[in-house]
Antibody
């Protein structure tokens, strides 16, 4: 069974940093692209970032470009999101997602349960 | 304002058929496939339809997707109470070079 378990969420002050992690199991991690999508509580979905299986192709939403850095460690079946210079509008549930489809851009195949990031002074 | 407008809400009675629309442009739906996600209350979203009309294993054939030009639709037939959820469309946007989502549609089963 595919499992994605996020961690690292919590409360941070504006301007500070947080690092999210996602531990994957149940599939061959380095065969798939991975993504982060966020959702404000009670609101819609926003794609944050995606990374190809070999980290050769990386993309970010305009809202986080230059502040967030996505990375992966295929040896440890793990995905990361380094969130710098946090803003109040970054507050959301962050979902780790296994990409689907052999051809990119693919789709969002399996979602983790999410981790909550709160940004407040 | 979502890049892919969806109706905020739709409703139907058990057994009915409902459709949810998703409007886009030539840079997203018009030139790429559409995917749909279902989010049951207090849970993470789940893939419902991929590549416009394909269902992952385990998704009932009551759910179907289609696309015409720059718009897409999700149809749910034989409505059941457990279908009450939020539904989101998504597509790759060639101009933004990233993924865009619909604003979501809340389905209520009366």
């Amino acid at each position: 069974e595919v499992q994605l378990v996020e961690s690292g969420g919590g409360l941070a002050q504006p301007g500070r940093s947080l690092r999210l992690s996602c531990k994957a199991s149940g599939f061959i991690f380095d065969d798939y692209a991975m993504h982060w999508v966020r959702q404000l509580p009670g609101k819609g979905l926003e794609w944050v970032s995606g990374i190809s299986w070999d980290s050769g192709r990386i993309g970010y939403a305009e809202s986080v470009k230059g502040r967030f850095i996505v990375s992966r460690d295929n040896a440890k079946n793990s995905l990361f999101l380094q969130m710098n210079r946090l803003r109040p509008e970054d507050m959301a549930f962050y979902y780790c997602i296994k990409g689907g489809g052999a051809q990119q851009p693919g789709y969002f195949d399996v979602w983790g349960r999410g981790t909550l990031v709160a940004v407040s002074s | 304002q979502s890049v892919l407008p969806q109706p905020p809400s739709v409703s139907g009675t058990p057994g009915q058929r409902v459709t949810i629309s998703c409007s886009g442009s030539s840079s997203n739906i018009g030139n790429n496939v559409v995917h749909w996600y279902q989010q049951l209350p207090a849970t993470a979203p789940k893939l419902l339809i991929f590549r416009t009309s394909q269902r992952p294993s385990g998704v009932p054939d009551r759910f179907s997707g289609s696309k015409s030009g720059t718009s897409a639709s999700l149809a749910i037939s034989g409505l059941q109470s457990e279908d009450e959820a939020d539904y989101y469309c998504a597509a790759w946007d060639d101009t933004l070079n990233g993924w865009v989502f619909g604003g979501g549609t809340k389905l209520t089963v009366l």
